[in-house]
């Protein structure tokens, strides 16, 4: 296939694969593929290195996520003896995540197509086009629990758009897309505490789409932490959390125990104090779907374990520094 002719020239085409995936050559005498349980098999397009226009596409567009058609479902058997529902059907166009494991790619000598045999779960949303297409971002339709969000910059000056700014502030952005909801045991459990035109706060995570105008990112609703005051100038504190979500306070470690016992340097790191600022209204009973009202409350002076906590700084001229944490992260309350 290598290049085509269409319109202005010769136009530069690469694929669109992912990195973890086994690869295999599928001799010329089979042509049919099928799959087993939730997976499904996408045919993978060449892509263009240039729009209809002529635009150079940015080399993120071009290598996540992964985008393809569906030609078959698998037939919905798990191994616990429940069958699938699947969420894609044959014939949509959609994205994947590029970074995954347990795909295997086909390249069929028969047709010279190339398949890609995937969990559904790695499908990140439809697109509504017959030829799927970077360009067409804003008309996702996301699947399972996931939620579609146009980022916000995080700093602006003077009409610029600044990325990257040295003082990093929570990533936030509007959501513009919500998927239906999870299906579990046979029933479908929507989205709840969020709706679209929202502007959220999220801890991370989701697979993020550089359109060179706009920094889109689909995440799993489980990564929005809460809701900001969109006049607001995004800093954390300012935060409304949702669910058992809780915005705090940093406390530098006691050196000695309340009976005035002198603590090692070790030992003093590991013991980390943080005030409650905000706190969400609790988070729901995965079992029996009852709210489980939080524990803590503003003004709570907690401990926890100080592992992979991305802490913030707090307002100008304030040397305070402010985390998020769920109630489980919490070891103790401090009277």
Known sequence: RGTRGEGRGTRRVRDVRGFAEMSIKIPSQYSTVTARGDRIVVSIPQVSEETSGGIILPSSMRSKPGYGKVIALGDGCLPDGKNYNFQTEIGQSLLFTTFAVGRTRLDMEATGDQLTIMPEGDVIGVLPAEVPDYTQIAELKPIFN??????????????????????????????????????VDGERKPIEGMKDGDFVCLRGGGTEIDTGEDLWNVVDASYIVGHMPFA????????????????????????????????????????????????????????????????????????????????????????????????RDIISKIE
């Open 146 to 183: 996931s939620v579609l969000l146009r980022m916000a910059p995080e700093e602006v000056s003077n009409g610029v758009v600044i990325f990257g700014s040295q003082r990093e502030k929570p990533k936030c952005g509007h959501i513009i897309r919500m998927a239906p909801g999870r299906i």
């Open 232 to 327: 607001s100038d995004r800093e954390i504190y300012e935060l409304e959390p949702m669910d058992d979500w809780m915005v705090l306070k940093l406390e530098e470690p006691p050196e000695t125990t309340k009976s005035g016992l002198l603590l090692n340097k070790r030992l003093s790191k590991q013991i980390t104090l943080a005030v409650v600022v905000k706190a969400g209204p609790g988070a729901k009973d995965p079992m029996t779907n009852e709210l489980k009202p939080n524990e803590f409350e503003e003004g709570d002076r907690v401990m926890f374990k100080a592992e992979n906590i991305k802490s913030f700084e707090g307002p100008t001229g304030d040397d305070s520094n402010y985390i998020l944490l769920q109630q």
